[in-house]
Nanobody
Framework: QVQLVESGGGLVQAGGSLRLSCAAS????????MGWFRQAPGKEREFVAA????????YYADSVKGRFTISRDNAKNTVYLQMNSLKPDDTAVYYC?????????????????WGQGTQVTVSS
């Protein structure tokens, strides 16, 4: 079972940027898809972005498309989420997750390993 640790969260003004990192304790195989999810206070956890093992395919929630970019470096066992043009609605705890399949998925039940999350707060 791989362990995932997110970092890079913080407080930023609207319009600003943050880059989240997700470091894996073990190898994140190039055959496994990775994803980012977020949970705002009082809301259910929602899908943000996913990336295939080879980085060829990516998938974004409509709410972040064009503003967020997911990437990965398998040699460093790390997945990233570059967040630009941040809005107050992006305020949430952000989680990375690993899916033990090639295909991308927006469903959290399709992911079997999760990090502890990192807080992102966007002020207006």
């Amino acid at each position: 079972q791989v362990q995932l640790v997110e970092s890079g969260g913080g407080l930023v003004q609207a319009g600003g940027s943050l880059r989240l990192s997700c470091a894996a304790s073990g190898q994140i195989s190039s055959t496994y898809a990775m994803g980012w999810f977020r949970q705002a206070p009082g809301k259910e956890r929602e899908f943000v972005a996913a990336i295939s093992g080879s980085s060829i395919n990516t998938y974004y929630a409509d709410s972040v498309k064009g503003r967020f970019t997911i990437s990965r470096d398998n040699a460093k066992n790390t997945v990233y989420l570059q967040m630009n043009s941040l809005k107050p609605d992006d305020t949430a705890v952000y989680y990375c997750a690993r899916r033990q399949y090639l295909s991308l998925s927006p469903r959290e039940n399709d992911y079997n390993s999760w990090g502890q999350g990192t807080q992102v707060t966007v002020s207006s």
